[in-house]
C-alpha cells in the first residue's frame, strides 16, 4: 500500500470528509438535545410560577375593581416569563453562575465538535497532498476548506465567549454545505489553471474562506438575535406570540436562558467587523491578482462585481449601526442579507454565470 499515491490519498481524503460529516451529525443532535433541555427547564419554571399566580388571589380578597382571574393572569404573565436564570441553571443540575450551563449534551456537543474538526482537518490536508497544491482550486476544495475555517473560528470563538448555544446552527450549517459539496461538486483531483499558478492563491482564497467564517458565525448570531429582540417584545408588551410560522420559532423557549438581543447584536457586529476587514483584504488582494495574471486590476467580472456587493453591504451594514443608530432587528436583517449575498456568490455565480473566475472545475 503506497500512501503517497495520489489516488489512494483522494480516496482516504474522502473517506475522512464522510467521516467528518457522521460524527457533525452527532455533535448537532447534541447540541440540539441541550436546546430542548432547556426548553423544558423554561417550560416548568413558568408552569410553576402560573400555579403560584393562579393560587395568589385565593389566599386573600382581591381588592375593589380588580380585574377577573383570566386577566390577572394576563397582567402577571410578562413579569413571570422574564428570564430566572438561576433557576433554569438549578433544574438544569448546572452552576448558577453560568447562564449557558454545563450540561453533559453540551460537553458531549462540544467533544464531538472538535472530533470532526481534526477528522475534517486531516481531510482537507489528505485532497492537498493529493492534489500537490493547497486545496482550494475548486467549488469541491473551497467548501472542504471554507467549512473547515468556520468551524475553527467557531472553535476558537468559544475559548473566550461561551457561544455553545450556536452549535446546532454551526454544525448544521457545516453538515449542509459539505454535503452538497460532496454530492455535487465533487472533481477529481485536477492541476491548477495558469491563471491560478500563483502565490495569491494562498493568500487571497484563504482571507476570503475566513471572512466566511466570521460572515457565518455573524450570520448565526443575527438570526438567534432577530428571535431573541421579537421574544424580548412579547415579554414586555404582555402578549402571547402571533400563530403561524414565525410564531413556532417564538416559542421556542430555551431563548429565555440565553444573553439578550443587545448582547448577541454587539457580538455579531465585532464578529463582523473582523470578517468585513479580511473581506477588504480579500477585495484588494484580487485585485493586485488580476492585474498580474489578466493585466488589469478591475475588469466588472460577475465574481468581482458580486465580491465588491457583499463589501458594500457589509459597510452599509457597520456605517449604518455605526453613525445612524441602526439597533435591533433592522442591523440584524443586514448582515444576514450579506451572508446570503456570500452564500450566493459561491453556490450561484460559481456554477451558473460564466467569467474569467470560472473555477468551479465542473
Do not use: C
Not at 1 to 27: G, H, K
Not at 67 to 90: C, F, N
Amino acid at each position: 500500500m503506497n500512501l503517497t499515491d495520489p489516488a489512494l490519498l483522494n480516496t482516504y481524503s474522502l473517506y475522512a470528509l464522510y467521516s467528518a460529516m457522521a460524527v457533525y451529525a452527532l455533535a448537532f443532535i447534541a447540541f440540539a438535545v441541550d436546546l430542548a433541555r432547556r426548553s423544558s427547564a423554561v417550560d416548568a419554571i413558568e408552569a410553576a410560577d402560573l400555579v403560584e399566580a393562579d393560587a395568589a388571589p385565593a389566599a386573600g380578597a382581591a381588592p375593589a375593581g380588580a380585574a377577573s382571574a383570566g386577566s390577572t393572569r394576563t397582567l402577571e404573565r410578562p413579569a413571570l416569563k422574564q428570564p430566572v436564570l438561576s433557576r433554569i441553571s438549578a433544574r438544569m443540575d448546572n452552576d448558577a453562575a453560568l447562564p449557558y450551563g454545563r450540561s453533559s449534551s453540551l460537553r458531549v456537543g462540544v467533544a464531538l465538535t472538535v472530533l470532526a474538526w481534526a477528522v475534517h482537518l486531516a481531510a482537507t490536508i489528505m485532497r492537498g497532498f493529493a492534489a500537490d497544491r493547497v486545496p482550494w482550486a475548486n467549488m469541491y476544495e473551497f467548501a472542504m476548506t471554507g467549512t473547515l475555517l468556520i468551524m475553527t473560528v467557531f472553535l476558537i470563538v468559544l475559548i473566550r465567549s461561551d457561544l455553545r448555544f450556536l452549535g446546532t446552527f454551526v454544525t448544521g450549517l457545516v453538515l449542509v454545505l459539505l454535503g452538497i459539496a460532496a454530492l455535487q461538486f465533487y472533481v477529481e483531483v485536477a492541476p491548477l489553471p495558469p491563471a491560478l499558478q500563483s502565490a495569491w492563491l494562498v493568500i487571497h482564497v484563504f482571507v476570503a474562506s475566513l471572512a466566511t467564517g466570521m460572515f457565518a458565525l455573524g450570520f448565526a448570531l443575527s438570526t438567534v438575535q432577530l428571535l431573541q429582540f421579537r421574544r424580548e417584545n412579547h415579554v414586555i408588551e404582555g402578549t402571547a406570540a402571533p400563530r403561524g410560522a414565525v410564531a413556532s420559532a417564538l416559542r421556542l423557549h430555551f431563548l429565555a436562558t440565553l444573553p439578550s438581543s443587545a448582547t448577541l447584536e454587539n457580538l455579531a457586529y465585532r464578529i463582523t467587523i473582523i470578517g468585513f476587514i479580511l473581506w477588504t483584504f480579500t477585495l484588494m488582494a484580487g485585485s493586485i491578482w488580476a492585474e498580474q495574471a489578466w493585466g488589469r486590476y478591475w475588469g466588472w467580472d460577475t465574481k468581482e462585481v458580486w465580491t465588491f456587493i457583499i463589501w458594500v453591504i457589509y459597510a452599509g451594514y457597520i456605517h449604518a449601526r455605526a453613525t445612524r443608530g441602526w439597533r435591533g432587528s433592522r442591523s440584524a436583517w443586514l448582515a444576514i442579507i450579506g451572508f446570503s449575498a456570500v452564500m450566493f456568490n459561491f453556490g450561484i455565480v460559481n456554477v451558473f454565470f460564466k467569467g474569467l473566475h470560472a473555477y468551479s472545475g465542473l
